[in-house]
């Protein structure tokens, strides 16, 4: 097996067991690994639905049925802009605010217990490896564009 070859299936074993460590500690909260994204783009302010789909590279329709599902749990409300009828925002409600009291992976400390045992310096040369991987396929995809 090449080395492109193992560092690919590595990268889909990462994903999986990441996304799932996550999925387990949301289910206890009624919340996707999706939703969670589209959260954490509105914690900080209402934004568009435009605005959610690219920052989290995913389609506006897909984004667009997050929102539906976390606005029938009251996670979200659809605010139509005061100026531009056109325009609506998705803000979080006050059950957010509840959900990130309690669930430990809104919390920064969350994703440092992840990461236990690992030196100061295997983080960094963690850190150092995925920059450098993302500089590079960022590189490709900017040069098929």
Known sequence: MSKATILRELLKKLNKSFGLAIANELSEYGITLPQ???LRRISDGPKTIGDISKSISLS???VSGIIDRLERENLVKRIR???DR???WIQKTEKVE???RKAPVFQESYYASLFEGLTEEEMDQIIQSL???TKILEKKVEEKA
């Open 131 to 133: 920059e450098l991987l």
């Open 86 to 88: 056109r325009v609506v």
């Open 60 to 62: 506006y329709s897909t």
């Open 81 to 83: 802009d005061k100026d």
């Open 36 to 38: 969670l994204l589209v």
């Open 98 to 100: 509840e959900i990130k």
